[in-house]
């Protein structure tokens, strides 16, 4: 190891009280030589946390001094990545001639490269822990998939091999063809004529996204987007059991805050992958072999009582929002603490700038008769005739050349460039507010009062 590589990988001093670190300033060196650098950082740092209590047990000052170690590792990681992000990624992918999804390309990461990312055996430990008591390992996976996701070469391919079929779906679609139905846990899908209906049925809590629905609404989207039968698909919310609204649809009430706080939110299968995942194949439709061959159709949202979230971020990538009477959209980022996914990059260019800073910045909710509904919400109408509109507006996206302007539609609106450079910050933004301490707090805050009986499951 030579003598700049050890000064920026190797151990730093830990400093007694404000818990900075700052990372030094090296030449760059080869792959390998700073790959072995990082590897003896983390293993040294891994050895300190080993030394310390469990994170709910440790004092202020063992607190600080986990803080400084992981603040050290990760800022070395952060200079390994800016060197050689698409060295890394040319290995893990031989040579962009695999397409490994998130999740399988972070475990190659840990294998490939020690101490980039965490491990296999560290994420199941993380896993038996409620989110206040665990590392923050996935940070360090939002700190790999941000450097990816900054590359045009590795961050393009990326959001393309996310953009393909899950390794499951053909087989579902071979189901679905057959009974034009398909039941997975938390949605059901079923094909009328032209169109296939997609209902959310997490009906427990309020058909908030979890890892589960998040898994099965991109196996739905899939199957609607291969299926050549189909031409318009149709999101809706199934009814729910919480008791004010026992027996209603609902639409989403976002993200399942209990699931959260119990730490069984993923970042790599629900934070990151729902975003390149299923609601960017809303947005761009499924990718084939051929990059000229993508399949995409029009969307139809039909909200039932409230499109809270990640419920409201869906209709910002649909072509027909419908909403009952009564019903109301909003996206309380800030009082939950994160970041509402790309609701941030797509909201502005509907509502106008001032809108968008009052629903995302102050947790303004947008109802059916506010003029503002009209920016974003395209019917308004009783509940009675919800059933009536969404058979309007599959005829009316059902056209032969529907698909082929929504397609140009969102090239012009959000080019992959825009789309890539967003995600890059948001990887590493989102795995951080995921674990800061006013999300922490607030999420137990939520899970007490839930507990109580006073508020729902999501939020």
């Not at 805050?257 to 119990?262: D, H, S, V």
């Not at 439709?285 to 051929?290: A, F, I, K, R, S």
Request: net charge negative; proline share 5%.
């Amino acid at each position: 190891m030579n003598e700049t590589t050890n000064q920026l990988y190797g151990e730093a001093p830990l400093p007694a009280t404000d818990g900075s670190w700052t990372a030094p300033t090296a030449p760059a060196g080869e792959l390998a030589i700073d790959a072995e650098a990082l590897a003896h950082r983390v293993a040294e740092a891994e050895r300190l946390l080993a030394q310390l209590p469990p994170v709910p047990d440790r004092t202020q000052a063992e607190a600080r001094r986990a803080n400084v170690l992981h603040a050290g590792c990760r800022a070395a990681r952060h200079t390994f990545l800016d060197r050689h992000a698409d060295a890394v990624y040319d290995t893990l992918t031989a040579g962009r001639t695999r397409r490994p999804r998130l999740a399988e390309l972070a475990a190659e990461a840990a294998v490939r490269f020690a101490g980039l990312v965490p491990d296999a055996e560290q994420l199941a430990e993380e896993r038996t822990r409620v989110q206040a008591h665990k590392e923050g390992r996935e940070i360090d996976q939002g700190i790999f998939f941000g450097a990816l996701l900054r590359s045009p070469v590795a961050g393009t391919h990326l959001i393309e091999s996310m953009l393909r079929p899950a390794p499951e779906s053909a087989a579902r679609l071979a189901e679905f063809r057959s009974l034009n139905r398909l039941e997975l846990d938390a949605v059901l899908l079923e094909r009328h004529g032209d169109a296939a209906h997609v209902t959310f049925r997490n009906a427990h809590c309020l058909n908030a996204e979890d890892n589960r629905l998040i898994t099965d609404l991109e196996t739905a989207v899939d199957v609607v987007l291969l299926d050549d039968r189909v031409r318009v698909g149709v999101l809706r919310g199934g009814p729910v059991d919480h008791p004010r609204h026992a027996g209603k649809r609902v639409f989403s009430a976002g993200i399942n805050l209990k699931e959260l706080r119990a730490g069984a939110i993923s970042f790599v299968d629900f934070l990151l992958g729902r975003e390149l995942g299923y609601v960017n194949k809303l947005a761009r439709g499924l990718l084939g072999d051929d990059p000229a061959g993508t399949v995409t159709k029009p969307w139809v949202g039909v909200v039932d009582s409230f499109a809270i979230g990640g419920g409201m971020q869906l209709l910002l990538v649909l072509d027909r929002v419908i909403a009952e009477e009564g019903a109301f959209l909003s996206l309380p980022a800030a009082d939950e603490g994160i970041v509402p996914g790309l609701g941030n990059l797509r909201l502005t260019r509907l509502t106008g700038a001032r809108t968008a800073r009052q629903v995302i910045l102050s947790g303004r909710r947008i109802h059916t008769d506010e003029p503002a509904a009209a920016l974003l919400i395209d019917e308004v109408v009783p509940t009675e005739r919800l059933d009536e509109a969404v058979q309007r507006a599959v005829h009316d996206l059902a056209g032969p050349a529907v698909a082929a302007n929504r397609a140009m539609l969102t090239l012009a609106e959000e080019p992959l460039e825009l789309l890539r450079g967003y995600l890059a910050r948001f990887a590493v933004v989102q795995a951080e507010r995921t674990y800061s301490p006013d999300v922490l707090a607030k999420a137990e805050r939520h899970w007490a009062r839930s507990h109580r009986g006073t508020e729902g499951a999501a939020g």
